[in-house]
């Protein structure tokens, strides 16, 4: 069932975006107050309603464009190209996120848990990266590897329970978002992350020597994690198409049974897949923690490990795939701001995008379906 | 109606699945059209159906040319289909899907299934089907949904009707009740074109057979004809429908099965107290009505069964206990039950397919990467020994034939160094050719001197195949007895009698 509504093709992909773009074209026009006033004297004068809805629209995806892309109207070189940056910044973490999660969809694992495991990736590098003392060349690869590794454990539970018990990985994977979100925000409050003399639910800040470096300068928030995301795109790649452990997971994927009977241990398999799926969501808390935020705080997963989710799925759980995906989410979440400023159009459009991108994704194999029965009774 | 297919040509990319094949089927004749699996008998019948186009060539309906650009017009024109796969909807009742696509409306567009109802009723007994059209379909036996697929094609007057392999999903009971079925409307003067590779169902019913091979008509057959004639026409060579073998000489004890008891996930006992040995050079087959613990005997030995008691050893070593991937290191050989489930992914390419059970070591992998270029070589070479059927070694399972995907099987566990091969109904479903071929690579795994353990639950290939017969019943070994036993011996120590 899942793995059905985990195919598709990028035609379909192309196709939902397009139509959400278009459903996002509408209701940024309805909710337009001078498209709402020349409606009510459409009969009188119809052009005007036709140009207030094309502002509203061009505008608004206008804004979009300048917010997410390229700002031509900027007044420095800076300022132009600042946008296709932050675009990048919001794409490292939920691209590297979303590799996890198609890894599990891959091996036929609903991995839901990319919130909780993006947030044990922040707890260990940030616990790492505030304690330690330690040069750059070793604080920071000790930090990411500490990321890594709170994800790849937290994930690696899930598989264990699912291998040991049968538990399902969909639950587990929600209750441990719970999990892990509850502890965060007990770790901050407690002296193990809190900063000292803070009444704030808020760490001491990383240390410089823990970081990303900030390529671009102090200007930009996008940072080196940047390159880490296309290594793990790469990474992911070659570990689905040219390893034993990839061949592994994709065969427990497609039919486990047959994995099963040609020796495929299918119990470590389970915990494997969940570590890696883990370790890359892992990652990508420590592009939060030690890229773009300055400390840790209860915020630090933000909505990236359900963006994630949706990101799997459109880039249909190809690498490449997901990279693609993961920018274009980059791009709307960067663009939304601009969009709201200088268009004031409400934020909220943007997530209907989203949120219709997952349906019309989600949708297909649904109206296929009706589609066959169709062409069955016909056949018949 | 007569029906002419006249130089139908259709072709897949680079494949003419149909070559040029021209075919009459009368009115009034069961016209059967016999060929191995990818001979290309369901293209021709597709095209005939307007689900695919042909390249070239002409349907005739009583000598007058036709089209048909879908399915529609071929029924509108009279042409009924029944597929191998049933195309119902299971929690409709019979009445709904029979009516299902051309519902009869009552004024102001309500469905009349009260008058659909009394047309199943109708054609059901004028045939004599025995079905009730407010039972639902999911609920029904396979045979009786075959039924309600041909009251389908009835309700619409169909004057041709086509079976595609109907019998493939039907007990010999059932097959037995189709044949009459369609012998009952051949007599009210429709054509029928039953299509098949079973020899046994030809020269029962046939009026008249017309023999594909890889997508050309090679020739017509009588029904008086031999089963060896028919099958040499399919295969393209002479074919031999007895298992050619010497007598087995075997060597040691290899597998000794010993009070071997296990209980299934409910706790049923589902093998009691079942000893045995299989000398090296032995085949011994396990005979029984399917379900009687021939499963899990075979699942016992892969390892894949957990509640167990008893001993298992081969060549001294004991299996029962281990992981599946010890049992397999342990030189054990296993064709599954069902090969689609168990044997292959389904979605993975013939040469991944073929290293499903070795990714993880050389040659196949070396420091856990993938040895793709020693893979493509190995697959190609057993694709070419095996002659596996298909459009490369990058072509899906899926996309294979039962026979194909079933040497992809048999290429894979015997590549390993064997001690001993398990295998269970290992010709379920397959073609006349596939069979042949089936069966000679068990014969040779015995030959080169290790046990084989084979579960039959056809007695011919029983007796054929075995150097020895054990009868299981009720998960119970009922006696080990020569192959040349009386047929009616065989047949209640099945029921469970003793011998
Ligand atoms: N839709 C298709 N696309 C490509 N190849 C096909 C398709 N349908 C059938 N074939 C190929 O055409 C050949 C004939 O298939 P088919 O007509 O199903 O054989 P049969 O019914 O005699 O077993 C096979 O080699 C099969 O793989
Ligand atoms: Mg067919």
Not at chain 1, 271 to 277: D, Q
Not at chain 1, 297 to 313: K, M, Y
Not at chain 1, 335 to 361: C, Y
Not at chain 2, 335 to 353: C, H, K, M, Q
Request: proline fraction near 4%.
């Amino acid at each position: 069932m899942i793995s059905k509504f985990l195919r598709g093709n990028i035609a379909l992909s192309v196709l939902a975006v397009l139509v959400s773009f278009v459903v996002g074209g509408i209701l940024i026009a309805l909710s337009d107050p001078t498209v709402q006033s020349s409606a009510s004297y459409f009969t009188a004068r119809p052009t005007d309603l036709l140009s207030a809805i094309w502002n509203a629209v061009f505008g608004a995806y206008d804004a979009l464009f300048r917010g997410s892309v390229f700002n031509y109207q900027a007044a420095t070189t800076t300022g132009m190209f600042k946008p296709i940056t932050e675009t990048l910044a919001f794409a490292t973490p939920i691209t590297m996120a979303g590799l996890g999660l198609a890894v599990a969809f891959r091996s036929g694992l609903f991995n839901i848990g990319g919130t909780g495991q993006i947030i044990f990736g922040a707890i260990f590098a940030g616990w790492v990266g505030i304690n330690l003392d330690l040069p750059w060349i070793l604080h920071f690869p000790l930090a990411v590897l500490a990321g890594v590794f709170g994800g790849a454990l937290f994930g690696s539970i899930v598989g264990l329970l699912k291998a040991t018990t049968g538990a399902n990985e969909v639950i587990v994977t929600i209750m441990f978002n719970y999990i892990a979100a509850l502890l965060l925000s007990y770790f901050l409050k407690t002296p193990f992350l809190q900063a000292p003399h803070n009444i704030n639910p808020i760490s001491k800040p990383i240390l410089a020597s823990a970081k990303y470096p900030a390529f671009l300068g102090p200007n930009f928030r996008l940072h080196a994690g940047v390159f880490a995301m296309l290594a793990a795109v790469a990474l992911v790649w070659w570990l689905l198409n040219r390893s034993t452990l990839g061949f592994q997971f994709r065969a427990l994927g497609h039919n486990p049974s047959a994995a099963r009977v040609a020796g495929i241990n299918i119990g470590l398999n389970y915990v494997l897949v969940m570590a890696v799926s883990g370790a890359l969501a892992g990652l990508a808390g420590t592009s939060q923690i030690l890229g773009t935020e300055g400390s840790l705080t209860t915020g630090v997963a933000a909505s990236f490990g359900f963006d994630a989710i949706t990101v799997a799925l459109l880039g249909r759980n190809n690498p490449f795939g997901v990279l693609a995906a993961g920018i274009l989410f980059g791009g709307l979440r960067a663009g939304a701001v601009t969009m709201q400023a200088s268009q004031g159009v409400p934020i909220d459009i943007v997530f209907i995008v989203q949120s219709m991108i997952v349906l019309f994704i989600a949708a297909p194999p649904l109206v296929r379906s009706i589609f066959r029965i169709r062409a069955k009774v016909e056949a018949a | 109606m007569k029906l002419e297919l006249r130089g139908i040509t259709k072709r897949f990319g680079a494949l003419a699945a149909n070559d040029n094949v021209s075919l009459v089927a009368e009115a009034g004749q069961i016209h059967c059209l016999l060929g191995e699996n990818g001979a290309g008998k369901s293209t021709l019948m597709n095209v005939l159906y307007g689900l695919y186009q042909a390249d070239s060539g002409q349907i005739l309906l009583d000598d007058k040319p036709v089209k048909f650009s879908g399915p529609g017009d071929a029924m509108a024109a009279g042409i009924g289909m029944v597929h191998q796969h049933f195309m119902l909807i299971p929690v409709f009742t019979v009445a709904e899907n029979v009516v299902l696509g051309h519902e009869p409306v009552k004024f102001g567009g309500v469905l009349d299934i009260a008058a659909a109802r009394k047309k199943v009723r109708e054609i059901s007994d004028r045939f004599g089907f025995d079905v009730d059209p407010d039972a639902i379909v999911g609920e029904l036996p396979v045979g009786v949904q075959q039924r309600v697929e041909i009251i389908k094609a009835l309700i619409t007057d169909a004057k041709v009707l086509v079976f595609d392999e109907p019998t493939a999903v039907l007990t010999p009971q059932e097959t037995d009740e189709l044949m009459a079925i369609m012998r009952q409307l051949r007599d009210s003067g429709r054509a029928i074109v039953f299509i098949t590779h079973k020899l046994r169902e030809v020269k029962e019913v046939a009026d008249k057979i017309t023999v594909m091979r890889l997508g050309k008509v090679v020739g017509e057959a009588k029904p008086s004809d031999t089963a060896e004639a028919m099958a040499s026409m399919m295969v393209g060579r002479a074919v031999d429908l007895e298992v050619r073998k010497t007598p087995a000489k075997p060597g040691a004890a290899g597998l000794e099965v010993s009070g071997l008891n296990v209980w299934n996930h409910e706790g049923q006992q589902v093998l009691n107290d079942v000893s045995f040995q299989i000398h090296a050079g032995e085949i011994l087959v396990i005979a029984g009505v399917q379900g009687n613990g021939q499963t899990e005997l075979t699942e016992a030995i892969l390892g894949t069964q957990t509640k167990h008691h008893g001993s298992i050893k081969l060549s001294g070593h004991e299996l029962l206990g281990k992981t599946v991937k010890q049992v397999l290191d342990a030189g054990v050989g296993f064709v599954p039950e069902d090969r689609t489930e168990d044997g292959l992914v389904a979605d993975f390419t013939i040469a991944e397919n073929l290293m499903l059970d070795r990714s993880d070591r050389a040659p196949f992998a070396k420091r856990g990467v993938l040895q793709l270029d020693f893979l493509a070589k190995f697959a190609a070479e057993k694709v070419a020994q095996y002659d596996v059927r298909a459009q490369g070694i990058q072509a899906k399972a899926s996309q294979l034939s039962g026979g194909n995907q079933q040497k992809v099987v048999l290429a894979r566990e015997l590549s390993r160094e064997l001690k001993l091969l398990v295998a269970s109904q290992p010709t379920r479903g397959l073609d006349v050719g596939s069979i042949e071929f089936v069966h000679e690579q068990i014969v040779a795994a015995r030959d080169s001197g290790i046990p084989v353990l084979i579960v039959a639950t056809e007695l011919d290939e029983a007796t054929q195949l075995g150097d020895r017969i054990a009868v299981m019943y009720q998960g119970k070994i009922m006696g080990i007895v020569p192959p040349d036993t009386d047929r009616t011996v065989l047949g209640k120590m099945m029921a469970g009698l003793s011998a």
